[in-house]
């Protein structure tokens, strides 16, 4: 059973980057699509790009183009989530989660709180 | 993007009743549609993909139905542990989209 594990809680000031990871156990990882959504109270569960760890393969959402980068170090496997230029409206729990190939998220990794504050 | 509206936004139900919520599409998705379930402080966690499919693991008393812009998820006989948020999600095209949630309470 493949499980997403991810970095912990980051606080980051408006106009700054931030970094998440996502670690795959099992022998898998290059396998499927590995996605990144974003969770708030105001805007819900939304997708913000995928990656094909096997030939880093990009696909972002129109809202997220331009400041959001997906990555992946196959040899750990791992994937990376950065957004730059921070607004306090970031602040979410941000989830990677992988495609086991029926168009669907499953599973999630466990989330990463965000807080984008002064 | 595909615009998707579930209903009801919230619902009260007891153990043991049979529970129905719908998600409507902006434009016809096929089948490509996946419903989660999420509780308080935890990752949402697949129940149906493609429309009418239980993920393994998942306990058949969740089934979901409907194609092209209307879809039905349901519970046969709510237990305990079902009180939750329920979302559904198209994978028809890019970006996905999720609708607003249905929370379930015990009445």
Sequence with gaps: QVQLVQSGAEVEKPGASVKVSCKASGNTFSDYYIHWLRQTPGQGLEWMGRINPNSGETKY?????????????????TAYMEL???????????????????????????????TVSS | DIQMTQSPSSLSASVGDRVTITCRTSQSISTYLNWYQQKPGTAP??????????????????????????????????????????????????????????KLEIK
């Design chain 2, 45 to 102: 966690k697949l129940l149906i993909y493609a429309a009418s499919s239980l993920q393994s693991g998942v306990p058949s008393r969740f089934s979901g139905s409907g194609s092209g812009t209307d879809f039905t998820l349901t519970i046969s006989s709510l237990q305990p542990e079902d009180f939750a948020t329920y979302s559904c999600q198209q994978s028809y095209n890019m970006p996905y989209t999720f609708g607003q949630g249905t």
């Design chain 1, 61 to 77: 959402a129109p809202n997220f183009q331009g400041r959001v980068t997906l990555t992946r170090d196959t040899p750990i496997s």
């Design chain 1, 84 to 114: 730059s230029s921070l607004r306090s409206d970031d602040t979410a729990v941000y989830y990677c989660a992988r495609d086991p190939g029926v168009l669907a998220f499953d599973p999630w990794g466990q989330g990463t709180l965000v």
